[in-house]
């Protein structure tokens, strides 16, 4: 009989390109994936992988063997997705969510969290990419966009709404021509939020640069610059004044997303209403 652990294996190589790729991806050593690639090849008589110096490159039969083995993963997925939505005695729900919210909506409401849902391990996730849900990498995905994959349920749950704000010391802060921003690195995937604040900060000095919303906003507190924050945040927060301009402020949609065969998962819908319970409590909920 075929060991079908070595198809896995064999999945990564192909995903990642690489076998040290595959390893990390599969938190094994280099070694291993090597190993379980001559074994596959071998119990297929087949040659699967062309290992070149930087690359692992399908061979005209691996290309065969991917499209079945693929096949076979995804049925995989969805076993384990549907033995999941049934298990009664499930004690866990991973959540994937923006930094921003993870920091600043989960982690400051975990108390409520544990209260709806005794007895149950809440993972966070704090992603900046979308998580597989197909893949069971989350149970729950919370996103500041739909997203791209067609399969999951989308269900709009709120909004967040942002402004520019510095901090009530800023040397600057009645002088607008002066003002100097706090801005994402170039190197930082374009976004929406980096679109917008790019196109408000134009040709105007940029003071420094952050690659997370959070420690934008712990900057502009110290009392230099001005940034663009979320305004459940910021409003609330005494250090902070929000600066009016005549520029358009961004607004973007908050969405929860689920697998279609967790829809009746208890613990997911549970989860998913408990999440929506929070937003409306600190004001980025739906009305």
Same mark, same amino acid.
């Given at each position: $009989?075929?060991?079908?652990?070595?198809?896995?294996?064999?999945?990564?190589?192909?995903?990642?390109?690489?076998?040290?790729?595959?390893?990390?991806?599969?938190?094994?050593?280099?070694?291993?994936?090597?190993?379980?690639? $001559?074994?596959?090849?071998?119990?297929?008589?087949?040659?699967?992988?062309?290992?070149?110096?930087?690359? +692992?490159?399908?061979?005209?039969?691996?290309?065969?063997?991917? +499209?079945?083995?693929?096949?076979?993963?995804?049925?995989?997925?969805?076993?384990?997705?549907?033995?999941?939505?049934?298990?009664?005695?499930?004690?866990?729900?991973?959540?994937?969510?923006?930094?921003?919210? +993870?920091?600043?909506?989960?982690?400051?409401? $975990?108390?409520?969290?544990?209260?709806?849902?005794?007895?149950?391990?809440?993972?966070?996730?704090?992603?900046?990419?979308?998580?597989?849900?197909?893949?069971?990498?989350?149970?729950?995905?919370?996103?500041?966009?739909?997203?791209?994959?067609?399969?999951?349920?989308?269900?709009?749950?709120?909004?967040?709404?942002?402004?520019?704000?510095? +901090?009530?010391?800023?040397?600057?802060?009645?002088?607008?021509?002066?003002?100097?921003? #706090?801005?994402?690195?170039?190197?930082?995937?374009?976004?929406?939020?980096?679109?917008?604040?790019?196109?408000?900060?134009?040709?105007?000095?940029?003071?420094?640069?952050?690659?997370?919303?959070?420690?934008?906003?712990?900057?502009?507190?110290?009392?230099?610059?001005?940034?663009?924050?979320?305004?459940?945040?910021?409003?609330?927060?005494?250090?902070?004044?929000?600066?009016?301009?005549?520029?358009?402020?961004?607004?973007?949609?908050?969405?929860?997303?689920?697998?279609?065969?967790?829809?009746?998962?208890?613990?997911?819908?549970?989860?998913?209403?408990?999440?929506? $319970? #929070?937003?409306?409590?600190?004001?980025?909920?739906?009305?």
């Amino acid at each position: $009989m075929m060991n079908w652990e070595n198809l896995r294996f064999f999945v990564a190589i192909a995903r990642s390109g690489t076998l040290s790729g595959a390893a990390k991806a599969l938190d094994v050593d280099q070694a291993t994936v090597s190993r379980r690639l $001559m074994l596959l090849e071998a119990e297929l008589g087949l040659k699967l992988i062309e290992r070149l110096p930087r690359e +692992a490159r399908l061979t005209a039969q691996g290309k065969i063997i991917l +499209a079945e083995a693929l096949e076979i993963e995804a049925c995989t997925f969805k076993i384990k997705r549907l033995s999941v939505a049934n298990n009664a005695k499930r004690e866990k729900v991973t959540i994937s969510a923006p930094p921003v919210l +993870a920091k600043h909506l989960f982690a400051t409401n $975990m108390l409520i969290f544990s209260q709806e849902l005794p007895g149950v391990l809440i993972s966070i996730l704090s992603d900046v990419h979308f998580v597989s849900l197909s893949r069971l990498e989350a149970d729950l995905a919370v996103r500041l966009s739909p997203g791209t994959q067609d399969s999951d349920i989308i269900k709009k749950i709120g909004k967040m709404d942002f402004a520019l704000y510095a +901090a009530s010391s800023y040397c600057h802060r009645e002088k607008p021509e002066c003002w100097e921003f #706090i801005a994402y690195p170039e190197r930082v995937t374009n976004f929406e939020h980096k679109q917008w604040l790019d196109k408000i900060i134009g040709d105007k000095r940029v003071l420094c640069e952050m690659a997370d919303l959070s420690h934008q906003y712990e900057t502009v507190c110290s009392g230099v610059g001005v940034a663009g924050l979320p305004c459940f945040l910021a409003d609330r927060d005494k250090r902070l004044v929000k600066l009016e301009v005549d520029e358009s402020m961004l607004s973007l949609d908050i969405w929860i997303a689920k697998h279609p065969d967790r829809r009746s998962d208890p613990l997911v819908v549970h989860a998913s209403n408990v999440i929506s $319970m #929070i937003l409306k409590k600190v004001g980025l909920g739906l009305k």
